[in-house]
């Protein structure tokens, strides 16, 4: 059976509340930063991202924090939904290289 | 029509076989990756190409090969598989960061 995402650190939260995913990011050279979202069999897609020279970037429904002193990435989402049960990737890139840096990925688990 | 297309989307293979995974993308794009996944963990670089004559290892390309045929088209070989390269693979496209991934040949190698 699917064994992806066994081991991935699980936030689960009910349906309707507010999630927070952490990422820390290890290269203080990077100037880029995107969370992705990777559904069972298929794919990362794109949520949002975040350039070095920002602190605070938002969609819809989403919100990524970037604290540089720290090295450190966040991805709120706000009223959570069942649709929003997947696993969650930040990445760092830089510009001059365009060769992104996956982080270990977060399981979110939205019960009803 | 996907914008980044794989095949085979799964495949069984035997230790010391060679097989060889396709990509294809709509996108335009010169940029191509190929990345492998693993249980629990993200995914990692195994090799990149930044137009048709360029090609990069990226950081597990050990066991691996690369041909990049038209700018559309970049393909990941392994010449002779091993048990251990079992894993989902993801080919990407880039535009300067903007990654559109397809959606993943799952590799057994038994």
């Known amino acids: 059976g699917e064994s992806v995402g066994l081991h991935l650190p699980t936030l689960s939260v009910q349906e309707g509340d507010n999630s927070i995913i952490n990422c820390a990011y290890s290269n203080s050279a990077s100037d880029y930063f995107i969370w992705y979202k990777q559904e069972s069999g298929k794919g990362p897609q794109f949520i949002i991202d975040i350039r070095s020279n920002m602190d605070k970037r938002q969609g819809q429904r989403v919100t990524v924090l970037l604290n540089k002193t720290v090295k450190h990435l966040s991805l709120q989402i706000a009223a959570t939904q069942p649709g929003d049960s997947a696993v969650y990737f930040c990445?760092?890139?830089?510009?001059?290289?365009?060769?992104?840096?996956f982080g270990t990925g977060t399981r979110l688990q939205v019960f009803p | 029509d996907a914008d980044v297309t794989q095949t085979p989307r799964n495949r069984i293979t035997k230790t010391g076989k060679r097989i060889m995974l396709e990509c294809s993308q709509t996108k335009g794009h010169d940029r191509m990756y190929w990345y492998r996944q693993d249980p629990g963990l993200g995914l990692r670089l195994i090799y990149y190409?930044?137009?048709?004559?360029?090609?990069n290892k990226g950081e597990i390309s050990d066991g691996y090969s690369v041909s990049r045929q038209a700018q559309a088209k970049f393909s990941l070989s392994l010449e002779s598989a091993i048990p251990n390269q079992t894993a989902l693979y993801f080919c990407a496209t880039s535009d300067f960061g903007s990654y559109t991934f397809g959606s993943g040949t799952r590799l057994t190698v038994v």
């Open positions: 990445a760092e890139n830089h510009y001059n290289t365009d060769k992104l840096i």
């Open positions: 190409s930044f137009d048709v004559k360029d090609i």
